[in-house]
Structures are given as structure tokens and as C-alpha cells.
């Protein structure tokens, strides 16, 4: 069994400084991180899919870098539109894994039964998601180096379309090439990915896409045609993909004070739960 925790949109910022005027996003990452650091079991590996920071500075992601020290476990990181690659690259230069030698950070985690492809979706400077000639062949390129082994492939931008009207506004730029490739890679089990902070999944290309919910705020759920871009204080939440008999599983976890443990056959409270 191979357990993948998977936390997105965490937008460490300055202190004292909230997201939108609102959301205080550094207390609420640190929350989660302690928590996710007292999972037993621990997870093999922990994959943040972008937007770490909020404003891309060096500052910024020397902030992020202490409050991801508690984490055990290898951590892989992956930018986002809020992020900044070189100031990424520079803070986090202890992480090989984040080649310099390329203009986008896009590499392979072949480490465990299931291998695992970061694939960079960003436009600097842009919010929205592409997958440009360069970055569909390099990926095509990762495919045809190993066709029997399954493989969960993590973006930052969903390539799908949400239903939400105001999320669909700005399309994924290669959406289609993409599915072309896909569709002729059965071992693509999930495309994974963060940006909309909502779970939502779907069937794509012949495989399972699905985004993540924040660390912090989640988007609103609003199919008003007319509708605008905003958020909600939903309860900040993570995945954890678990690969096991050839079989890929995820679970969703608040992060938050909840009640219980209890049993059902009692509806007595236990006195320990194996995820605090």
C-alpha cells in the first residue's frame, strides 16, 4: 500500500497579512500540516500542487518553508498561477527535483508501485492553465517510457470543464491535445489536480480527473450562469490517494475540531482515532 497525501491552494502570505481582507491562510496551513503530521500512518509522500504562496516572493516561500518542517515524509512541490518558479527554485534548492535546466517544473516520482508525473500547467503572470507543444511532448515522452505501470499524473489547472459557469470562464489552453494524449495511455489511473478549491471529479479522456479542496478557502458552489467568482469558509480539507491491489482510492480530510470518534453499536465515544 502506497498512501499519497495531496494538499493544494495553500496561499502562505506575510504575516499579519489575510487573503481577499478575510482569510488568515498561515494559521489554517500550519493547522493542517500538524495534523497531517500526526497521521498514522504516514503518508509515503506528500504532493502540494500549487499556489503555495499568495504573491510569489522569496519571503513568501521561506515563510512556507518552515511551516511544511514538521511534515516527515518526502514532500514534492509543484507551482501554481500564484507562484513564482525561480523564487521557488531559490528558496527550495535543497529539493533536486525542481530543474533548473528546464523553463517549466515538470518531473517524474518513480519511487513507488505507483509512479507519480508533476506536469506544470502554469502561464506566468496568468491565472489561468495550458499545456503547451514543449510541455504535451515532454509528457508524451513520460507515457511511452512506461506504459505498463500505472500512473497518477498531478496538475495544477483541471483541463475540465466544472459545470460552474464562472469557473469555466477561462478555459484550459490545450484541453483537447491533452485528452488526446491521455486517451491513448490506459495507465493514467487519475489526473489529480488543485486550482479550483472544490472537490470535483469527473470522467475525462478515458481516466478519472478530479481537483482538490484548499488548505484554506473553498470556492463557491454557484451555477448561476451570471454568477462571480467567489469564496466560501468551508472547512479547509485535503486527499489522501491510497494505491493498493492495483486499485487507486482517495479520502477526503476536514481539517478541523470535530466530535467523535463514536461507535455505532454504542454511541459510546472512543477515547483515540487513528486520524487526529
Not at 8 to 35: C, F, M, W
Not at 97 to 114: C, F, G, Q, R
Request: aromatic letters at 8%; glycine letters at 6%.
Amino acid at each position: 500500500m502506497t498512501i499519497i497525501a495531496q494538499i493544494s491552494d495553500l496561499h502562505v502570505q506575510q504575516p499579519g497579512k489575510l487573503a481577499y481582507g478575510v482569510v488568515d491562510t498561515n494559521s489554517l496551513v500550519a493547522e493542517a500540516i500538524a495534523r497531517l503530521s500526526r497521521l498514522n500512518p504516514q503518508p509515503d509522500v506528500v504532493v502540494a500542487s500549487g499556489d503555495l504562496i499568495q504573491d510569489g516572493t522569496v519571503e513568501e516561500y521561506e515563510l512556507l518553508k518552515g511551516i511544511l518542517a514538521p511534515l516527515q515524509c518526502l514532500v514534492y512541490l509543484m507551482p501554481g498561477n500564484h507562484d513564482h518558479r525561480d523564487n521557488l527554485r531559490q528558496v527550495f534548492s535543497t529539493h533536486t527535483y525542481l530543474a533548473k535546466e528546464s523553463a517549466h517544473i515538470s518531473y517524474v516520482v518513480d519511487d513507488y508501485p505507483m509512479r507519480m508525473i508533476m506536469l506544470d500547467s502554469i502561464i506566468p503572470g496568468q491565472g489561468g492553465g495550458q499545456v503547451d507543444a514543449e510541455r504535451l511532448t515532454w509528457l508524451e515522452q513520460q507515457l511511452l517510457a512506461a506504459p505498463e505501470t500505472p500512473t497518477l499524473i498531478f496538475m495544477h489547472h483541471p483541463p475540465f470543464a466544472t459545470g460552474i459557469p464562472w469557473m469555466d470562464r477561462k478555459r484550459f489552453q490545450g484541453h483537447q491535445a491533452l485528452a488526446d494524449l491521455i486517451s491513448q495511455h490506459p495507465q493514467v489511473k487519475r489526473i489529480s489536480c488543485g486550482h479550483l478549491h472544490r472537490t470535483i471529479n469527473c470522467s475525462w479522456a478515458g481516466t478519472v480527473a478530479s481537483s482538490q479542496p484548499s488548505l484554506v478557502h473553498q470556492s463557491a458552489l454557484d451555477f448561476d450562469p451570471d454568477g462571480p467568482s467567489q469564496f466560501v469558509m468551508e472547512p479547509p480539507a485535503y486527499q489522501l490517494h491510497v494505491w493498493t491491489d492495483k486499485n487507486l482510492v482517495s479520502h477526503t480530510l476536514y481539517v478541523g475540531q470535530f466530535d467523535g470518534p463514536y461507535r455505532f453499536s454504542t454511541g459510546k465515544l472512543l477515547t483515540t482515532c487513528p486520524l487526529p
